[in-house]
């Protein structure tokens, strides 16, 4: 029997990895928004050079995973293994992006949830020893999803009051063994849920429940209160999810006070026509690769329990008239081990 699982969903590592390196790259409206501070690279031209908007997304990733890797000291053969996802179909934003990288990799989808996966996994891998270096990366570009889930830009399209901007940006850290942290000490897995939303313009709503379910077995597993972290932060339900799950906790008689999201906290809602906030395996993927992990590293937090939402549908689906199943996985990290 293992010592490492705590109740259903969670592990606690006995050798919690250490963030060596973490690094970030954003298109030009996230460079307005308030967070603009804690990007590595923003870039004016959204192209990032490139034909396509699906190669400018690869290339966003190889920019992410250089930088970390320069922040680390560490070359790309160095890492025993690359977690890395994206929206686009099959993951071709990540593996056209490591292709001729020689790492070893792991392509995955998680739609939003995919930095909290990855760094899951990563976690995973090194502390049951089977590597000393890892790498989690993820990308989403506003126009590559635009095109593949809804309309061509060109085309043009109403939002609904309900729908939330997908972030251009890649985000991407690399865990050590062995490090000055902060650390990632537990991971909970998250299930999926499905309480049968089928409006693709309100994934929020769609996730918040999965958020909520995560959060919940994180709490209980753990035996913590939500104000040993000095914050939860959900990546990325938008203002609508976030309020949900706060009123899903407030039944069950608990405030969440130090509830943030990714989506509402990377852009400016009365500056930027964004709706209900952002989104996109990007929004959470910056948002931890800046301002959180930049805040514990400066000392304005020590523990953060991030909690990356997914709503798993395909255009297919959508069209098939099926509801939004989705997924939350948490990972807390902590500046002592």
Not at 13 to 39: R, Y
Not at 111 to 126: D, F, K, V
Not at 194 to 205: C, E, L, R, S, T
Request: proline share 4%; hydrophobic share 35%; net charge negative.
């Amino acid at each position: 029997m293992t010592t490492k699982k705590l109740g259903r969903q969670t592990v606690a590592f006995a050798s919690p990895p250490s963030i060596a390196g973490h690094a970030n790259v954003v298109g030009k409206k996230e460079g307005e928004g308030p967070l603009a501070d804690t990007f590595d690279h923003i870039e004016q031209d959204d192209t990032f050079g490139e034909k396509s908007w699906e190669k400018a997304e690869s290339t966003m990733q190889k920019m992410a995973l250089a930088a970390a890797l320069d922040k680390a000291k560490q070359s790309a053969s160095s890492m025993d293994y690359l977690f890395a996802g994206d929206l686009l179909n099959q993951c071709i934003g990540s593996s056209f992006a490591v292709r001729g990288q020689d790492i070893p990799f792991y392509g995955l989808y998680g739609a939003c949830s995919t930095m909290a996966e990855g760094l899951s996994l990563a976690s995973m891998m090194l502390d049951g020893g089977f590597g000393a270096w890892a790498a989690a990366v993820t990308s989403s570009h506003f126009c590559s999803a635009e095109r593949q889930y809804r309309t061509p830009l060109e085309y043009g399209g109403q939002r609904t009051p309900t729908a939330q901007w997908t972030v251009t940006g890649s985000g991407c850290v690399i865990l050590a063994q062995e490090g000055e942290g902060p650390y990632v000490t537990h991971v909970t897995t998250g299930k999926i849920v499905d309480k049968g939303i089928k409006d693709a313009n309100n994934m929020g709503g769609a996730m918040a429940p999965a958020a909520y379910e995560t959060i919940k077995a994180h709490l209980q597993d753990t035996k913590r209160k939500p104000s040993y972290y000095d914050l939860i932060i959900t990546g990325d339900l938008g203002s609508l999810g976030k309020e949900i799950v706060g009123d899903l906790f407030h039944k069950d008689g608990m405030d969440l006070a130090n509830l943030e999201d990714c989506g509402v906290l990377i852009f400016d809602p009365a500056q930027q026509d964004v709706h209900c906030g952002g989104s996109g395996c990007g929004c959470s993927a910056v948002v931890l690769t800046g301002y959180l992990l930049n805040g514990m590293q400066a000392g304005r937090w020590k523990n953060i329990l991030f909690c990356g939402t997914g709503a798993l549908l395909s255009p297919t689906s959508t069209q098939q008239g099926e509801s939004i199943p989705c997924i939350c996985h948490a990972a807390a990290i902590s500046t002592q081990k």
